[in-house]
Each structure stands twice: as C-alpha cells, then as structure tokens.
Nanobody
Framework: QVQLVESGGGLVQAGGSLRLSCAAS????????MGWFRQAPGEEREFVAA????????YYSDSVKGRFTISRDNAKNTQYLQMNNLKPEDTAVYYC?????????????????WGQGTQVTVSS
C-alpha cells in the first residue's frame, strides 16, 4: 500500500505560479512511475503529467506543455508539479497518483494509488 498526500494548492491570479507536492509513504516510491491528474467540476478526470521511476521519461498533456514541469526527488519520496502562467481553465482538484508500470501513463487505469487531491483555483 502506498499513501500519497498532496499539498501546495491554493488561489492564484491568472499568470501566477504554484508548486504542488506529493509525498509518498513508502521507500519503494522510487520503483513507481508517478502522475498528476485533475478534475474540474462537472468534468471527467484528465491527465496532466507523468514521470518515469528514474525521472527520465516525462509526459505532458497538450494543454499544459510548456507551462507545467513535473519532477521527483526519490530521496525524499516526493514528486512535484511546478505550474507557471496559470490560466482560469487550470482550475481543478489536482490528484497525485502512483503506477507500478511504465505503460499507459496518460490513462488513470495505469495507476494503483491516488492521493486525496488538492484544490487549485485560478482567478481571472
């Protein structure tokens, strides 16, 4: 079992930045690929970004590419999502997720463990 706890969400004006963190409970964190998803009210959960276990593989949705950066620190059992140039359409609950595989990381079905989510609100 892997417990994931997100932090760093909040209210920010359009054009601003936030950094989300996701702390994992297990030392085997380094064996998992990690991802970020988000869900806006009335919308389905959507893929945002993912990172391979060693940080080499980086994957982004088209909507955030060039603005968001995913990273991880295996020594701290933590992954991050740096979000720059935020837009009102980025408003959502952001979820951290852990996957035991390196395949299909753009899909929620690849992930076995999820955090409780952190709210990000971008005002115009």
């Amino acid at each position: 079992q892997v417990q994931l706890v997100e932090s760093g969400g909040g209210l920010v004006q359009a054009g601003g930045s936030l950094r989300l963190s996701c702390a994992a409970s297990r030392r085997t964190f380094s064996t998992y690929a990690m991802g970020w998803f988000r869900q806006a009210p009335g919308e389905e959960r959507e893929f945002v970004a993912a990172i391979s276990w060693n940080g080499v593989g980086l994957y982004y949705s088209d909507s955030v590419k060039g603005r968001f950066t995913i990273s991880r620190d295996n020594a701290k059992n933590t992954q991050y999502l740096q979000m720059n140039n935020l837009k009102p359409e980025d408003t959502a609950v952001y979820y951290c997720a852990a996957s035991p595989t390196a395949i299909g990381l753009r899909y929620a079905t690849a992930y076995d463990y999820w955090g409780q989510g952190t709210q990000v609100t971008v005002s115009s």
